[in-house]
């Protein structure tokens, strides 16, 4: 079983800042992309920024310039560095996770930590 746990969550001002922790553990071989998504009252969950083993990142326009995704493959654990937040950016942020165990691939899902943004 492999459980993924977010953090850093919380009520900011506009223009202030946040860092997301997200940490998966279980029965890991190893953890191929990770990435943050978030979801606002009445909308669809969308992608906000993943990251490869490897490094490499990808970004919705909206956040790029201000959100950093980066990882830490020896602690299973993935970081969202939100700067610069806007009231638009509120919404609940879930982690995701590509993991490969000795069984089979599967992505998990982190429970979600809400981002409240005062404008």
């Known amino acids: 079983q492999v459980q993924l746990v977010e953090s850093g969550g919380g009520l900011v001002q506009s223009g202030g800042s946040l860092r997301l922790s997200c940490a998966a553990s279980?029965?890991?071989?190893?953890?191929?992309?990770m990435g943050w998504y978030r979801q606002a009252p009445g909308k669809q969950r969308e992608l906000v920024a993943a990251?490869?083993?490897?490094?490499?990142?990808n970004y919705e326009d909206s956040v790029k310039g201000r959100f950093t995704i980066s990882r830490d493959n020896a602690k299973n654990t993935v970081y969202l560095q939100m700067n610069r937040l806007k009231a638009e950016d509120t919404a609940v942020y879930y982690c995701?996770?590509?993991?490969?165990?000795?069984?089979?691939?599967?992505?998990?899902w982190g429970q979600g930590t809400q981002v409240t943004v005062s404008s």
């Open positions: 279980g029965s890991i071989f190893s953890i191929d992309t």
């Open positions: 990251i490869t083993w490897g490094g490499s990142t």
């Open positions: 995701k996770a590509r993991v490969s165990t000795l069984v089979a691939d599967h992505d998990y």
